[in-house]
């Protein structure tokens, strides 16, 4: 029923030229979908990567080659059925001209609708592999768990870790995760001795945590959802492995800025791999975190980056275009752009519609009283480990 219902309003929309309506290169206003998760359990992701989308915007104007650029934001609660409803709404009732997907469930579930609208879609939040793979008409400004998991993996080889339990939530993200830093890790002469999954949903670190100790590794390797921080640091405590000797590491997840403060100083001297700090030294951005907190009140974490630069890329496309939203011209002329974003040189993979970035290894420190991800090494133009190389 949905795909025929699409089909009938993708028909439809394709009609209206011969009923006098203008064809997208010439219309006045582009239209951008943002369907994203701003209750439930992902809210502080979906606002994290809405207030980057809308800074950059306040900071850059609302016209791009003469038209005017509208913003319309719809709530999926992280509900794949939602997503597909939203977007399906947006694309035939609302004529958005580019849709900016969210976190990898809701994500997934629109790739169908977006492929056969030929919409164009920038992926902002997803940090699953698979997600742009299924839609030649999505691109992603966000990241993906294989960048920094696979460099965590490379370093944690190089510098004393020898036996490592891993822990990582049961979804696509923490498979991907669990799967690059293992096959680093192990290519570097380590050895897993346990890998460990706890449920996505309202999880419970504390027997998970349990098991970790009664194994004794020397390292820890832990993937979750950033919002998921408070309540690992406190288990964290209660199972006595800040005691334990077991040095915890993960991708940047672990330590997200968004949590970082509330977490405590518990996490001083986690050793994590990510895109993105808001610590991060370029004079880009400290101007960026200045003018965030200004207008959110709080610190933005690498979720919001991916909001900033899905709009830059939007932005620097239609600038190309001359204003043209085909689908097809938008997406080729996306392939390959390069710009610097607050997180350091980005691009988009030509080949793949991923995103290329520096990954930064990072350690928990306090700066001026606040707990910060304080960067002491740099690789520079990872790409996703998950691909195949061609």
């Known amino acids: 029923m949905l795909r025929r219902d699409v089909l009938k309003g993708i028909a439809a929309a394709g009609a209206a030229p011969a009923l006098g309506t203008r064809p997208a290169a010439a219309q006045e206003v582009i239209k951008i979908g943002a369907c994203l998760s701003l209750t439930g359990g992902f809210q502080t992701v979906g606002r994290q990567a809405l207030a980057g989308a809308k800074l950059y915007m306040a900071l850059n104007g609302d016209k791009v080659a003469g038209k005017k650029i509208e913003l319309i934001v719809r709530e999926d609660s992280g509900v794949p059925d939602v997503a597909r409803r939203v977007v399906q709404e947006m694309i035939v009732n609302e004529k958005v001209n580019v849709v900016l997907g969210g976190i990898t ?26 997600t742009v793979d299924r839609s030649p008409f999505m691109v992603r400004t966000s990241f993906t768990l294989g960048q920094s998991s696979m460099i965590m993996g490379d370093w944690a080889a190089r510098n004393g870790s020898k036996k490592v339990v891993t822990l990582v939530n049961d979804w696509a993200p923490g498979t991907e995760s669990e799967a690059a830093f293992s096959n680093a890790f192990t290519a570097g002469g380590g050895q ?6 706890v449920p996505l949903a309202n999880p419970d670190f504390a027997p998970f945590l349990q098991r970790i100790r009664d194994l004794q590794p020397d390292t820890a390797f832990i993937y979750f959802p950033g919002q998921q921080g408070g309540t690992f640091a406190r288990q964290f405590v209660e199972r006595g492995l800040d005691k334990a000797n077991i040095k915890i590491i993960g991708p940047g997840d672990l330590t997200d800025d968004d949590e970082l403060p509330g977490q405590g100083d518990v996490m ?58 085909d689908g097809d011209k938008l997406i080729a002329t996306m392939k390959g752009m390069k710009w610097e974003s607050p997180r350091g040189p980005i691009s988009i993979d030509p080949e793949t519609r991923d995103i290329v970035q520096n990954i930064y290894m990072r350690k928990v420190e306090k700066v001026n009283g606040e707990l910060y991800n304080v960067e002491f090494a740099t690789f520079e133009a990872v790409k996703d480990p998950m691909k195949k190389k061609s």
């Open 105 to 130: 469930p809701t994500a997934l579930a629109i790739t169908q609708l977006v492929t056969q609208a030929k919409t164009p879609t920038v992926v902002i939040i997803s940090g699953a592999s698979i």
């Open 192 to 197: 897993v001795i346990e890998k460990l999954k």
């Open 268 to 325: 001083l001297g986690v050793v994590t791999a990510h895109n993105y700090s808001a610590a991060h030294p370029s004079a880009a951005n400290k101007k960026y975190v200045e003018e965030f907190k200004k207008a959110n009140g709080f610190r933005p974490n690498f979720i919001s980056t991916g909001g900033w630069d899905g709009m830059h890329l939007i932005y620097e496309a239609l600038k190309k275009t001359n204003g043209d939203t």
